[in-house]
């Protein structure tokens, strides 16, 4: 039920800068926007003010307020974060692990944090590498999924680094090996190691080989097409620290059956 209006007088006392000083018997001084006074009023006018509750807009606003809610619940609302899934590991080796996650359904919570557990390292990309490892230590691995909907947890992954001897966990990528026969032989040392190989510098690559940093193969240069620049990958492997040996380094280690310090 609408309330009765009410009605007050006041005389304008000063108008400054948009504002009036309104005098009254009830409200002793009030500021009031000028703009709002009737066309013509200046300081010693005297005005009516009336003024009532609108309930009918309270009413529509308070609804208008609700449904907008509901509305943001049905569409950000119906999909709740749910526990990281299984943290698994690409490759570990003598100093570093490569733990790797599939991408957690955070439904329409959104992250504050993806972490690791027992070790300072953030995890914010499918797959990283942990590097400079005591050599022969078991190491945890948790995610942490922190959202404004909650906390999750996800499996405890748990592994030890390599021993020494153990060399079944060296991944290197092959830069440019001048000599062909070298290159053929560090593979199948590789081999025999139970190591693996790529041309492209992967997240659990450990180190880079080659004999001279240039991309171009040997042979080309006689051929007049040489350029001496640092090649790709070569460049990368130095970006992310990872050691350039020669392929004498695999042929070291495969000789003294044992991780060989490069």
């Keep these: 039920m609408e309330k009765s209006m009410e009605s007050f007088t006041f005389t304008v006392g000063k108008l400054d800068a948009g504002m009036a000083i309104l005098l009254g018997e009830r409200a002793h001084l009030i500021e009031f926007p000028s703009v709002l006074l009737p066309p013509g009023a200046t300081a010693g006018s005297i005005v009516s003010i009336t003024v009532h509750q609108n309930h009918a807009e309270e009413k529509r606003c308070d609804c208008e307020f609700w449904d907008l809610q509901q509305e ?35 439904g329409f919570a959104p992250s504050t944090s993806i ?17 400079a490892l005591h050599i022969n230590t078991e190491y945890s691995f948790r995610l942490v999924l922190r959202t404004t909907a909650g906390t999750h947890s996800s499996n405890v992954l748990r592994v030890r680094t390599h021993s020494m001897t153990d060399t079944s966990g060296i991944r290197v990528c092959f830069g440019n090996v001048q000599d062909s026969v070298l290159l053929e032989n560090a593979k199948l040392a590789l081999k025999e190691m139970k190591a693996d190989w790529s041309d492209k510098i992967q997240i659990d690559t450990t180190h880079f080989v080659c004999t001279t940093p240039a991309a171009t193969p040997s042979g080309a240069q006689a051929a007049g097409n040489a350029t001496n620049a640092p090649g790709v990958e070569y460049q990368r492997a130095l970006q992310l620290s990872i050691p350039v040996v020669q392929p004498h380094w695999i042929m070291a280690c495969h000789i003294e059956k044992k991780y060989v310090v490069s």
């Excluded at 943290?87 to 359904?105: D, E, G, L």
């Design 72 to 106: 943001i619940m049905n569409e950000f609302g119906k999909e709740s974060p749910e526990p990281p899934p299984q943290v698994q590991h690409r490759n570990f080796t003598q100093p570093s692990v490569s733990p790797q996650r599939p991408f957690p359904k955070q």
């Design 115 to 131: 972490e690791t557990s027992n070790v300072s390292l953030q995890f914010p990309r499918p797959s990283t590498q942990l590097s």
